[in-house]
């Protein structure tokens, strides 16, 4: 199996003489295992390569040691193939002077041949399940095994982070403190609502941020309006939205910007003027960095994909999605039932904001032990199916507007009652009505690293816009 001199496999994804470069340079110089960050001994294609690497990779101080025991264990063949690839990286010098930079570069050339090897794996796995009939391999079974087998090679193309000390840690913390002193704004991306952001600190790169409501209530409005107001500041924006359409999205937006009811642009009774706004509206959001996903039946793999390809078209600084209930939950993942099911999703999520070092926003739907309430404010305990949610999520925050139900409970005369009565009970509900028109409650229930508070928002309905209040925070 081991030659002084194999001859290259016929393969054009195959390059046994980087193997042996990469081989060649750990085992002169073994501290260099170090700089392979996301290295994995399985990209060596040779056999008996990823044994030589782990040998040395179970103790970098000793590499040699290690590979002396690997020879005294071997036959005749296996040392003379180690002989020979310390042998030619001692004697040619060039190994011996090289930089870590350039043995991480050899390495990363062979991890991307290992991927492309992978992927036409995968591409002859994609045939054989196209070719399969319909009863054994449904067609969206197979595109969703297709779209997770190119999430598992594609995770690996991002560059892995390198262990870092407390002090740089800190020194990252500090300044991170005076960048948001110098701008005077939070750390993270701004919200659009300054009462928000001075809570929460804005969307850190890194977090899991979960905003939930129950139907009525503008979570996915909200979202909207946050994922937009990112975009205008620059940041590129993946919006997957798999409860709404682009085109309901895109009229939110004209709305948003104009103030023009958003019943006025679906029924086309539009004024000239009011035409000429939203024309104007579209110029000036032109050219935003704002991917939307508005397809169903995506997974928690699929969204990370569709992440890669945003990052790659314009950069990417914040995902949102809603919502977390309605992502496709993977195929071993659904047999375990809705509550593990969503768990994996809000934990692919946190996920997905490490991997890319960006803020994730994640809608969710609340359960509906609220509505048997009398104050219907809600709670933790009020996350639909929560699983991992509360565990996951550095934030979670709550909408919250008692005006959507008290427009559904007008007092009714009860049996018996008498006019003083039913007037009394009638003008408080008048009162109470008329008191929280138009007002919004962000219930901030768990900060990682805060407290917890409510602030108070304006809500347009017309427009389904949140506004800030004067003294918002209670």
């Not at 496999?9 to 046994?16: C, E, I, K």
Request: hydrophobic share 40%; glycine share 10%; charged share 25%.
């Amino acid at each position: 199996m081991f030659d002084s001199a194999p001859s290259p496999p016929p393969d054009p994804l195959v390059n046994a003489q980087l193997e042996q470069a990469v081989l060649g340079a750990l085992l002169v110089k073994p501290g260099l295992i170090e700089h392979l960050n996301g290295f994995s001994p399985d990209a060596y294609a040779i056999d008996g390569h990823a044994d030589i690497h782990r040998a040395l990779a179970d103790n970098p101080a000793g590499g040699a040691i290690a590979v002396m025991k690997m020879i005294a264990l071997g036959n005749d063949d296996l040392r003379a193939y180690i002989a020979g690839l310390a042998g030619t990286a001692g004697t040619a010098g060039t190994v011996v002077s090289m930089r870590p930079e350039d043995v991480a570069g050899y390495a990363a050339h062979v991890m991307d041949l290992h991927r492309r090897r992978k992927l036409v794996q995968l591409a002859e796995q994609l045939k054989t399940d196209a070719l399969t009939p319909d009863a054994e391999m449904p067609t969206g079974k197979a595109v969703m095994r297709a779209l997770d087998g190119l999430d598992s090679v594609s995770a690996g193309t991002t560059t892995a982070k390198r262990s870092i000390s407390l002090d740089d840690a800190m020194d990252t913390a500090l300044q991170a403190a005076e960048d948001a002193m110098r701008r005077q704004g939070p750390a993270g991306l701004s919200t659009g609502f300054p009462s928000i952001d001075a809570a929460i600190g804005g969307l850190e790169d890194g977090t899991l941020t979960v905003l939930a409501g129950r139907p009525g209530m503008g979570k996915s409005a909200f979202g909207w309006q946050i994922a937009l107001w990112v975009a205008q500041s620059g940041v590129g924006v993946l919006a997957v939205s798999l409860e709404m359409s682009a085109k309901e999205l895109g009229r939110r937006a004209l709305c948003a910007a104009t103030g023009i009811p958003i019943s006025r642009v679906k029924s086309g009774r539009l004024s000239t003027d009011e035409a000429s706004r939203l024309v104007e509206a579209r110029r000036r959001l032109t050219g935003l960095p704002l991917t939307i996903e508005d397809g169903g039946g995506l997974t928690a793999a699929a969204i990370s994909m569709k992440a890669r390809s945003a990052h790659r078209r314009h950069g990417l600084g914040l995902v949102m999605i809603d919502h977390l209930h309605i992502v496709a939950a993977a195929e071993g993942d659904a047999r375990h039932g809705p509550t593990h099911a969503v768990g994996t999703v809000s934990t692919a999520s946190k996920r997905l904001a490490k991997e890319f070092n960006v803020p994730v926003l994640l809608l969710a739907q609340l359960n509906r032990g609220v509505e048997g309430r009398e104050d219907k404010r809600p709670t933790l305990a009020d996350l639909r199916q929560s699983g991992n949610i509360e565990q996951d999520a550095d934030a979670v925050g709550f909408l919250f507007r008692e005006e959507y139900y008290l427009a559904r409970a007008e007092p009714e005369r009860l049996p018996g009652e008498n006019d003083h009565k039913f007037h009394e009970r009638l003008d408080r509900y008048c009162n109470a009505k008329q008191r929280l028109a138009g007002k919004a409650e962000f219930i901030l229930a768990k900060l990682r690293d805060g407290a917890p508070c409510t602030i108070n928002l304006a809500f347009d309905g017309p427009t389904t816009s949140f506004m800030e209040l004067p003294d918002a925070t209670d």
